[in-house]
Nanobody, 124 residues
Framework: QVQLVESGGGLVQAGDSLRLSCAAS????????VGWFRQAPGKEREFLTS????????YYRDSVKGRFTISRDNAKNTVFMQMNSLKPEDTAVYYC?????????????????WGQGTQVTVSS
């Protein structure tokens, strides 16, 4: 089992930045890939970005390229997502998730473990 705890969400104004953290515990040696997703009210959960822990390889949804940056600190078992130039449409609950094997990064059902989510609200 892997336990994930997200933090760093909050209420910000359009144009502001936030850095979300995803701290992992438990079977951290089994983690292959970490992804970030979000879900806005009434919408489906959508993939944002992912990072392969060993290689550092990253992948981004087109709509967040250049605004969001994923990084990791393997020593602290923590993955970060820096979000810049936030927009009201970025308002959602943000989740991190872990995959223990090679998966299609954008498909939420391929991730085995999920955090509880952190709310991000961007006011105009």
């Amino acid at each position: 089992q892997v336990q994930l705890v997200e933090s760093g969400g909050g209420l910000v104004q359009a144009g502001d930045s936030l850095r979300l953290s995803c701290a992992a515990s438990g079977r951290t040696f089994s983690i292959y890939k970490v992804g970030w997703f979000r879900q806005a009210p009434g919408k489906e959960r959508e993939f944002l970005t992912s990072i392969t822990l060993r290689s550092g390889s990253t992948y981004y949804r087109d709509s967040v390229k250049g605004r969001f940056t994923i990084s990791r600190d393997n020593a602290k078992n923590t993955v970060f997502m820096q979000m810049n130039s936030l927009k009201p449409e970025d308002t959602a609950v943000y989740y991190c998730a872990v995959a223990e094997s090679i998966v299609a990064a954008t498909i939420s059902s391929e991730y085995a473990y999920w955090g509880q989510g952190t709310q991000v609200t961007v006011s105009s």
